[in-house]
């Protein structure tokens, strides 16, 4: 620089206000991450409840989950599937989808199990 000029402040703001973009664009897709994963655990311990007094369904309470995912998701969730089984003792419940992506390419898979045990009932 000569003396007398001034530097071009312009470039420092854009290096600055794309860094803030790039921070506030990561915590977004952080939420979206973790509000699925929210919704696939409350998913499958719908699922379990749907499903733990005999008879014991188990499609009940895939269908159980698969809808509460439905219900409590727009489209940021996609691909939901629902697997629900038994043990005899135990009911098991697992969700799984693939949350909405704001990185191209990028897959975020979500996957999570609830279980509880068959309600016995007594006379």
Not at 30 to 35: D, I
Request: aromatic fraction near 4%.
């Amino acid at each position: 620089m000569l003396s007398g000029e001034r530097g071009d402040d312009n470039v420092a703001a854009a290096i600055v206000f794309s860094a803030i973009l790039l921070v506030a664009w990561a915590i977004l897709q952080v939420a979206v991450v973790l509000l699925g994963r929210g919704v696939a655990i409350e998913a499958a311990r719908d699922g379990v409840r749907a499903a733990r007094l005999p008879p014991v369904d188990t499609a009940a309470a895939a269908s159980a989950a698969t809808g509460y995912v439905t219900r409590a998701t727009g489209s940021w969730l996609n691909n939901i599937a629902a697997h629900a089984g038994t043990d005899g003792r135990n009911v098991t419940v697992t969700v799984t989808g693939v949350a909405v992506s704001l990185v191209p390419f990028a897959r975020f898979s979500i996957s999570q199990t609830s279980s509880g045990p068959i309600e016995e009932l007594q006379p």
